[in-house]
Every structure is written in structure tokens, then in C-alpha cells.
T-cell receptor
């Protein structure tokens, strides 16, 4: 079955540091890939997505590239802010299905 | 505002009690689903529905029931609450552009 593995946290960074969260996946088909963000006390919001190989999703300074050869979708941001403190989830959805499969989530804390 | 509305936001139950978590969406989405979020485990699918009158089990359905009598509503019922059901529950709906999540219900079973 489908599965998503992302790096374990928690991750603590200083403001303006570089952030990388690794995500790899296993899928039977050709999935769409997503990063969701959950700010404290809130629900999940879509951060970015990619639907085919070599697509780059980007939003709010975050980027992730769909790498089919390495089955990866790593999230990066060049200069984090305190407001980026949140839990980040990598997820996939097979084209033939509605269901989302999530990774375990990575808690990121950015200190001023 | 258009979106997914969950009630209640917080709930404490005693072991063995039953309750219903409410979920409503006003976007006319056919697909709706329930997830539970537990530390270190991400979100796991409990039940889902592809339209009114159609429901199916997800990854962790035991102890939960759902029904879908209308497109708008998708309630989740806990039949006999257990401490293992202490979690944060999220309802979500899906249309072609993506998912919309509710703000969650934090449930504690004592």
C-alpha cells in the first residue's frame, strides 16, 4: 500500500536559518504529492503541491520538487521566520483515489 | 464563510459513553472523510464517503460509525468510548482542486 516517511522531529532553528524536511514515499501508481502545515491550535492548510515528476511546488518561500527517481518530495525554505513554527505533514494521493496518506509530521520551532 | 465546520471543539467523555462528532460543509463536495491525529503517527483515515448514502472504512474504523444522509453532513459516532480514542479528530472534504479541513475536535476519554 501507499506510505509516506518523513524525517522525525522536533526541529529547532534560529530565525533566518535554512530548513529542510525530508519526505520519501511508496506508491503503487503515480501519485500527487502535498505538504500541509498545521499552526498551533488550528487545522491543516495546504502549503504546496506537485502533480507530476519534476514539478516544483512553491508557496510562502517554501519549495518542494517531485523527484520520481528517488521517490522524494523534500520541503525547503531558505530563511525561516518565527511565524513558520508549526507541524509540517507530507502526504500523497493516488490519481485513481480520493484518500490522502500522511507522514507522521515534523514539528518545527523557530526561535528569534 | 465557506468551509468545513466541526463541532464541538473540545469534549471529555467517560469510558463507555457514546457521542457524535458533527461535520458540515457548504461547498457541495461529494467526498468527505474523517481522520484522527495522534503524536508521531500523522493523520490516519477512519471513514470516508464519496457521496450521500455511500460510506466506507478507512485505515482505523473500529469503534466508529458514520452515515451520510445529505451531501452537507458527515457525522462520526463513537459507540462506546475508550481511552485509546483520545485524539484530535479532523473532518475534510475534497473537490478537484484539493482538500479542505475543519479546525478539529479534541477528544479526551477518561
Amino acid at each position: 500500500g501507499d506510505s509516506v516517511t518523513q524525517m522525525e522531529g522536533p526541529v529547532t532553528l534560529s530565525e533566518e536559518a535554512f530548513l529542510t524536511i525530508n519526505c520519501t514515499y511508496t506508491a503503487t501508481g503515480y501519485p500527487s504529492l502535498f505538504w500541509y502545515v498545521q499552526y498551533p491550535g488550528e487545522g491543516l492548510q495546504l502549503l504546496l503541491k506537485a502533480t507530476k515528476a519534476d514539478d516544483k511546488g512553491s508557496n510562502k518561500g517554501f519549495e518542494a520538487t517531485y523527484r520520481k527517481e528517488t521517490t522524494s518530495f523534500h520541503l525547503e525554505k531558505g530563511s525561516v521566520q518565527v511565524s513558520d513554527s508549526a507541524v509540517y505533514f507530507c502526504a500523497l494521493r493516488e490519481r485513481s483515489d480520493y484518500k490522502l496518506s500522511f507522514g507522521a509530521g515534523t514539528t518545527v520551532t523557530v526561535r528569534a | 464563510n465557506a468551509g468545513v465546520t466541526q463541532t464541538p471543539k473540545f469534549q471529555v467523555l467517560k469510558t463507555g459513553q457514546s457521542m457524535t462528532l458533527q461535520c458540515a460543509q457548504d461547498m457541495n463536495h461529494e467526498y468527505m472523510s474523517w481522520y484522527r491525529q495522534d503524536p508521531g503517527m500523522g493523520l490516519r483515515l477512519i471513514h470516508y464517503s464519496v457521496g450521500a448514502g455511500i460510506t466506507d472504512q478507512g485505515e482505523v474504523p473500529n469503534g466508529y460509525n458514520v452515515s451520510r444522509s445529505t451531501t452537507e453532513d458527515f457525522p462520526l459516532r463513537l459507540l462506546s468510548a475508550a481511552p485509546s480514542q483520545t485524539s484530535v479528530y479532523f473532518c475534510a472534504s475534497f473537490e478537484g482542486y484539493g482538500y479542505t479541513f475543519g479546525s478539529g475536535t479534541r477528544l479526551t476519554v477518561v
